[in-house]
């Protein structure tokens, strides 16, 4: 994992990298014969602490690590290698502080140990299945394996004891523990994730967990929009990319990755976290795993991605790969790579992910008070979400939260539209697409990885699926712009969809509707500058605002303002 790449974008510039060495404990530029870290053979804490760098040390500095041990009764010499997965445990000595002083205000994680303290241990469980709905079958396997298929090669799905969280209490209890963690900084519940825990991963350790206190992200009421575009009263936008890195990823990839640290620590030779990106699931995976000191390795197709999303991975320190080809060929690559090499796999044919991203769905529910909004509509590229989105909408109902489901509408780009053409076949069959370049490029997908989970979520909750072509798409981000937002592009294909199904009289002028807004606008702004400018082909800029040049006098400017404001 040592190296430098050079990666570029579609807009010219080029980015040298130095890919990170030896991360985890700033062992950058030491080999492994110059390391040594003594520790005591009974306790497992370490022995020898050198000046400012606990457990590592330089061998320069020190007697031979021979000599170390004999000095030391009961040390022992480790290789870097030792240390390098020693570090990356978050409970370890040599990663933690060395004795939290304060609890409250100065370390939430000793803080919420010393709550635990002598508490029950948790009666809540879940394991991976084959993703067979319907079907029987006794093949199951625990969180704790490195695996993403069945045998038959069919995705998987986590399961959860739902007896178990049947008996803890109904859905007012649910309910309450939910809303009693809202607004707070209680490890782990300050994150909208966790504070879901004992319906996402209920086993997990709360010291393994790497969070940034994700989720709980605003879902406003689009009152001006709704009015003027849509001829809606009830119209909803949930924010899911007001975020730690701007997209909803995050809510899945706190999952993965404090998965991931909890393998490591328990001695899973898992050399980092991989994965193929369009630019938020790379921006994600780098910034949790950077958190935790753990390798991450991104496969990205070159030109494909905005230069915002570019320079999360390499500014967060990961391996940043970019390829000659497009998503669906990067997802291929780091598929045989994954098999072969000890890097965990970080997309959403991981199905831990979706554990996490389904707590937007459970969000919503409680923002509205419990209440399920008539429709919820998601733009889908590798159809992760939709199904997440199902998923949590589902357990809501099955515990007793709420007594129905909303109905799903999944929203695809005309140029990358696989699923679209799906439904449209009245799902008889699937054929994945090449997908074409769109402003959308975040899910210009054309072989979708959850194809199979997206078609079940639709057809269970009598969804529907629309799309949006390139001219649609950059007039409804100029419209909801005009109305206060700064919308990505995929927010615009969900926007897009639901014009359609208003102008059909599908979903009604009142019906609560939510549009789950993926990513953040500021990611995006390379189109949108050139729409202003009506500098895209192909496209008319309909909703244009560019800007004025104006001389720098009194006259010009009030000329201007004049004729704008329709001064006389
Ligand atoms: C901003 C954004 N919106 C929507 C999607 C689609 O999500 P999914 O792949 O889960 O369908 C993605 C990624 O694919 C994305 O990055
Ligand atoms: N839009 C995604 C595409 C990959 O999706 P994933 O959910 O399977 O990781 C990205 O940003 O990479």
Redesign the pocket.
């Given at each position: 994992m040592v190296g430098a790449v050079a990666v570029s974008n579609g807009l010219g510039f080029a980015l040298g990298v130095a890919a990170p060495q030896g991360r985890g404990e700033g062992l950058a530029s030491h080999s492994a014969s110059q390391l040594v870290s003594v520790r005591r053979k009974e306790s497992g804490k370490l022995a020898v602490v050198s000046s400012g760098r606990r457990g590592v040390v330089r061998a320069d500095a020190l007697p031979s690590s021979q000599e170390v041990a004999e000095s030391v009764p009961g040390a022992t010499a480790v290789t870097l290698e030792e240390v390098a997965t020693d570090s990356a445990k978050p409970n370890s000595p040599s990663n933690g502080p060395i004795a939290p002083k304060k609890s409250r205000n100065g370390d939430i994680r000793e803080e919420a140990r010393r709550q635990c303290a002598g508490s029950e241990p948790t009666t809540f469980s879940a394991k991976y299945v084959p993703f067979a709905p319907g079907v029987e079958t006794d093949e199951e396997y625990s969180l704790d394996e490195v695996i993403y298929r069945s045998k038959t090669g069919a995705l998987l799905d986590v399961k959860h004891d739902m007896e178990a969280l049947k008996k803890a209490g109904d859905g007012a209890y649910w309910r309450k523990l939910f809303d009693s963690r809202v607004g707070k900084t209680t490890w782990p519940y300050g994150s909208g994730v966790w504070s879901k825990k004992e319906w996402v991963l209920p086993e997990i350790d709360d010291d393994d967990i790497v969070s940034v206190f994700e989720g709980n992200s605003n879902l406003f009421w689009a009152e001006r929009f709704g009015k003027e575009v849509m001829d809606m009263t009830d119209l909803w936008v949930k924010h899911c990319g007001i975020s730690h890195t701007g997209?909803f990823?995050d809510l899945g990839m706190t999952v993965l990755v404090s998965q991931v640290n909890r393998l490591r620590r328990l001695g899973k030779p898992l050399l980092g976290v991989g994965c193929a990106s369009?630019?938020?699931?790379s921006a994600a995976l780098s910034a949790y795993c950077a958190a935790a000191g753990i390798p991450a390795i991104v496969f990205l197709p070159a030109n494909k991605i905005s230069i915002a999303q570019l320079v999360q991975p390499i500014a967060n320190g990961a391996l940043v790969l970019s390829m000659d080809t497009d998503f669906d060929g990067c997802m291929r690559l780091i598929r045989e790579v994954t098999s072969e090499l000890p890097i965990y796999l970080a997309n959403?044919l991981n199905s831990l992910r979706l554990e996490g991203q389904k707590t937007a769905a459970i969000e919503i529910l409680q923002q509205f008070d419990w209440e399920v909004p008539d429709w919820v509509i998601v733009?889908?590229?590798?159809?992760?979400?939709?199904y997440a989105f199902y998923k949590g909408f589902y357990m809501c109902k099955e515990l007793g939260l709420v007594d129905r489901m909303p109905r799903l509408v999944c929203a695809q780009a005309a140029n990358a539209n696989p699923l679209y053409r799906a439904y449209k076949d009245g799902w008889d069959t699937f054929k994945p697409v090449k997908a074409l370049p769109t402003f959308a490029s975040?899910?210009q997908?054309g072989d979708?990885v959850?194809i199979d989970r997206a078609i079940y979520a639709l057809t269970q909750c009598d969804g529907i699926v629309e799309e949006a072509t390139e001219q649609e798409i950059m007039d409804i981000c100029a419209q909801a712009d005009k109305s206060g937002m700064f919308t990505?592009p995929?927010t615009g294909v969900a926007m897009v969809a639901l014009q359609k199904l208003r102008e059909r009289g599908v979903i009604g002028s009142n019906d609560r509707t939510v549009v789950v807004s993926?990513?953040h606008g500021l990611k995006f702004t390379q189109s949108k500058v050139e729409y202003h400018s009506s500098e895209l082909p192909d496209i008319t800029s309909k909703f244009a605002n560019p800007p004025i040049s104006v001389a720098d006098d009194f006259g010009s400017i009030m000329e201007v303002l004049r004729q704008k404001l329709s001064l006389r």
């Open positions: 997209s990823k369009t630019g938020d699931t959403s733009p889908g590229g590798n159809l992760g979400n939709i975040a899910i997908i979708p959850s990505c995929h993926t990513a």
